[in-house]
């Protein structure tokens, strides 16, 4: 896998700079997580201190940071395209933020920033106009490069060899935050730095699309979802597999493949220039022509990169088209309430010729123990 250089960096700040001229912004205001990682490759402590990069669409990106923290900042891999102003404990932490901008001028600002922050700026700059990320440039992270695929398709190996290996656990007659555990173990052995959730939801459940894994003992006969990712060399995985535990009935079976068509529709209406919402529309219309549409109860996709949730969505009203490079999750579900779920996800990155899976673990009905 090729390594992320200081070039890397100094690129994605110059498509930055660009991205905002071109939506007639004058500067974005990119404060810690994400956006900050992908840009500057720099993740600050999450304290009230102020940390804000500034990408100018012309002029040098400049970094305000706490002076304790600049030589973690001068020491990234971005550090020879950004300029560092430091400010001190007991000093005007925005003066120097402020001193970057101007009145009237039209900034995007991370959707992460602290309003703590934000409502600062504004008080010192009324008649400065502030947009999120997400509504001024919703496409800015959405489209990645090789490296960054190679690293999504290197995390979603990992993810699909933690769903190997679980598939040997037992799971009848220990609590769902037991096997949780399990998957938390694998998914670190097999790369991740970082775990950000283990769904399992066995029986009712996994008629709880987020449901939290707690204490109830899984038993012989329960269908159960396992949903499970998080970051690896910076980049997420997330993928659901729903497993049963012994041999299902009739209607789980039926309940299962109508989710397996729906998700290999959805597969296979990926195309460049398609507006995202049909992904959607195509899973969903085979939901609801089995009977079940009532029971799909969230949007089919979400993108993923440096965060496991990020633009762009698959969602009904997104008329974005896909563009060749954009990676997002595709994972249609039923959820019988009080009864069971079934949910089946996979990352895909969208190319030329069609949708390219990122996890390719069997999407067939697994019999555990």
């Known amino acids: 896998m090729q390594q992320l250089t200081p070039q890397h960096f100094a690129d994605r700040l110059a498509r930055g700079a660009a991205q905002a001229r071109e939506a007639g912004l004058?500067?974005?205001?990119?404060?810690?997580?994400?956006?900050?990682?992908?840009?500057?490759?720099?993740?600050?402590?999450?304290?009230?201190?102020?940390t804000m990069l500034v990408i100018p669409t012309e002029g040098e990106p400049t970094m305000i940071v706490p002076v304790l923290e600049h030589d973690s900042a001068a020491a990234t891999r971005s550090a020879g395209a950004i300029r560092l102003i430091t400010w001190a404990d007991g000093e005007d932490e925005h003066a120097p933020l402020v001193d970057q901008l101007w009145s009237g001028g039209r900034y995007a600002v991370s959707d992460s920033a602290w309003a703590l922050h934000l409502l600062a700026l504004q008080h010192e700059l009324p008649d400065v106009r502030f947009a999120a990320f997400s509504a001024a440039l919703p496409m800015l992270r959405a489209v990645k490069g090789p490296d960054e695929i190679d690293r999504l398709a290197a995390a979603g190996a990992a993810a699909d060899a933690t769903f190997e290996d679980i598939l040997t656990v037992a799971f009848a007659g220990r609590r769902e935050n037991e096997v949780a555990a399990d998957l938390d173990r694998l998914l670190r052995a097999h790369g991740h730095s970082q775990v950000d959730f283990t769904i399992v939801g066995s029986g009712p459940n996994g008629a709880n699309p987020h449901h939290e894994a707690g204490e109830r003992v899984i038993r012989q006969g329960d269908m159960?979802?396992?949903?499970?990712?998080?970051?690896?060399?910076?980049?997420?995985?997330?993928?659901?597999?729903?497993?049963?535990?012994?041999?299902?009935?009739?209607?789980?079976?039926?309940?299962?493949?109508?989710?397996?068509?729906?998700?290999?529709?959805?597969?296979?209406?990926?195309?460049?220039?398609?507006?995202?919402?049909?992904?959607?529309?195509?899973?969903?219309?085979?939901?609801?022509?089995?009977?079940?549409?009532?029971?799909?109860?969230?949007?089919?996709?979400?993108?993923?990169?440096?965060?496991?949730?990020?633009?762009?969505?698959?969602?009904?009203?997104?008329?974005?088209?896909?563009?060749?490079?954009?990676?997002?999750?595709?994972?249609?579900?039923?959820?019988?309430?009080?009864?069971?779920?079934?949910?089946?996800?996979?990352?895909?990155?969208?190319?030329?010729?069609?949708?390219?899976?990122?996890?390719?673990?069997?999407?067939?009905?697994?019999?555990?123990?």
Do not use: W
Request: aromatic share 8%; hydrophobic share 40%.
């Open 26 to 50: 004058d500067a974005l205001l990119v404060a810690p997580g994400p956006d900050l990682a992908y840009f500057a490759d720099y993740l600050p402590p999450a304290t009230e201190r102020l």
């Open 224 to 369: 159960v979802v396992l949903d499970f990712g998080g970051l690896m060399d910076g980049y997420g995985s997330d993928t659901t597999r729903t497993v049963h535990v012994g041999e299902p009935t009739d209607e789980e079976h039926e309940v299962f493949e109508v989710v397996k068509r729906a998700q290999q529709a959805a597969f296979e209406a990926v195309a460049v220039g398609v507006p995202l919402q049909e992904i959607d529309r195509t899973a969903r219309a085979v939901i609801r022509d089995a009977g079940y549409g009532e029971f799909f109860v969230h949007r089919v996709g979400h993108g993923i990169g440096t965060t496991t949730h990020e633009p762009p969505y698959l969602v009904e009203g997104e008329e974005q088209p896909i563009v060749a490079g954009m990676c997002f999750s595709i994972e249609p579900g039923i959820y019988l309430p009080g009864r069971f779920g079934v949910r089946i996800e996979d990352i895909v990155v969208a190319t030329d010729d069609g949708a390219h899976r990122l996890n390719n673990t069997s999407r067939e009905l697994h019999s555990v123990r």
